[in-house]
Nanobody, 126 residues
Framework: QVQLVESGGTLVQAGGSLRLSCAAS????????MGWFRQAPGKECEFVAA????????DYANPVKGRFTISRDNARNTAYLQMHSLKPEDTAVYYC???????????????????WGQGTQVTVSS
């Protein structure tokens, strides 16, 4: 099992940028896919972005494509989500998750991930 801790969430104005970090401990994540999900008040948890173990393959939900970038630093055991051109509808609790990379083909599904962080709040004001 790996422990994941997100950080970087805060209040930001529309049009601004943020970088979220997901620090892993307990075991290396170098062979894990990493994903970011978010949950807004009253809504279901939704997929945001995923990256495979090597970082060579990434995937994004349509609402964030072109604005968000997922990356990873396996040497630091950390994943990142760089967010630009933030919109009020990006307001949510953002969670990172780790899963076996053999399940990368199911990367958009919550159930494909084994370990989750506690979340970090991102609030975008208009």
């Amino acid at each position: 099992q790996v422990q994941l801790v997100e950080s970087g969430g805060t209040l930001v104005q529309a049009g601004g940028s943020l970088r979220l970090s997901c620090a892993a401990s307990g075991r290396p994540i170098s062979r894990s896919m990493m994903g970011w999900f978010r949950q807004a008040p009253g809504k279901e948890c939704e997929f945001v972005a995923a990256i495979n173990w090597s970082g060579l393959d990434t995937d994004y939900a349509n609402p964030v494509k072109g604005r968000f970038t997922i990356s990873r630093d396996n040497a630091r055991n950390t994943a990142y989500l760089q967010m630009h051109s933030l919109k009020p509808e990006d307001t949510a609790v953002y969670y990172c998750a780790a899963g076996d990379d053999t399940r990368y083909f199911r990367r958009r599904l919550n159930a494909a991930y084994d370990d989750w962080g506690q979340g970090t709040q991102v609030t975008v004001s208009s």
